[in-house]
């Protein structure tokens, strides 16, 4: 698979999840997906399952988020995603994350996701990742 694909198959996860189309964002990844939320504090979940069970739970808090991605790049077997979570509370309020998700891509389809606080942080973990 190409790095192109590989980050045609990302941006197509971040255009899911911008529609809120929970459906199309599980369908692209693995059974076993590993994700590591960012919107709420978690050791991580696994399996599609639990990814739509998260996303659910965040609609059902009313927790709406709203991502913007900056820029995708590739880099062995993920893509590092660079840009801001918007968490738009009950409220009102609205709460700015900087930040860089990496994407490890397997057969097409995204097997873990993971954010991270820098650019070097999201670097280190792909680059761990790929060897």
Not at 68 to 88: K, M, N, Q, T
Request: glycine residues 10%; charged residues 30%; proline residues 2%.
């Amino acid at each position: 698979m190409s790095q192109a694909d590989k980050v045609e198959i990302v941006r197509m996860l971040w255009a899911a999840a911008r529609r809120n189309d929970v459906d199309v964002l599980v369908s692209l990844t693995t059974s076993d997906v590993r994700w590591r939320p960012t919107a709420v504090v978690s050791p991580g979940l696994r399996g599609r399952a639990a990814l739509r069970e998260y996303l659910d739970g965040l609609r059902r808090r009313g927790r709406l988020l709203d991502a913007h991605p900056y820029s995708f790049e590739a880099l062995g077997d993920c893509v590092i995603v660079s840009g801001v979570l918007r968490v738009r509370h009950k409220d009102d309020g609205v709460q700015n994350i900087q930040r860089w998700w990496v994407y490890r891509v397997a057969d097409g389809k995204v097997a873990g996701a993971g954010s991270h606080g820098s650019r070097a942080d999201a670097l280190r973990d792909a680059r761990a990742r790929a060897g």
